[in-house]
């Protein structure tokens, strides 16, 4: 019903920590912080984003007030809150248990290859 609030709520948070970041040259055979990050919100929007489409297309998100049509009755919202906090917050956890184990895996065969990012100025 409105699961994919909370994966958009970890990207409005990744996006603001992203912001405010600034980002160090990358040590010898890993990846920037700028890089790593920029996979997590691409991660997190684009998942929010097609859940969000899934949840129109399906009606249950509707362009008119209360948006959320679980809103409309106590019984509904009851169920979709327990939603949020168990297929939401579990897809969540889940998108940034993979993106930490892309980022083990990335720097691994940055170190092993001896890659060395140059970051371009533009």
């Not at 399906?58 to 106590?74: K, N």
Request: with cysteine; net charge positive; glycine share 10%.
């Amino acid at each position: 019903m409105a699961c994919f609030l909370v994966p958009t709520a970890a990207a409005l948070v990744a996006t603001a920590v992203g912001r405010q970041v600034k980002d160090a040259p990358p040590k010898a055979g890993r990846v920037s912080w700028r890089k790593k990050l920029s996979w997590l919100l691409n991660l997190l929007w684009g998942g929010a984003i097609l859940l969000a489409l899934e949840h129109v297309w399906h009606g249950e998100v509707i362009f008119a007030p209360p948006f959320l049509t679980a809103m409309g009755d106590p019984e509904n919202t009851a169920v979709m809150l327990r939603e949020l906090g168990t297929v939401g917050v579990g897809m969540a956890v889940i998108v940034v248990l993979a993106w930490v184990g892309m980022v083990l895996v990335a720097d691994r065969v940055a170190a092993v290859r001896g890659v060395v990012e140059v970051k371009v100025e533009r």
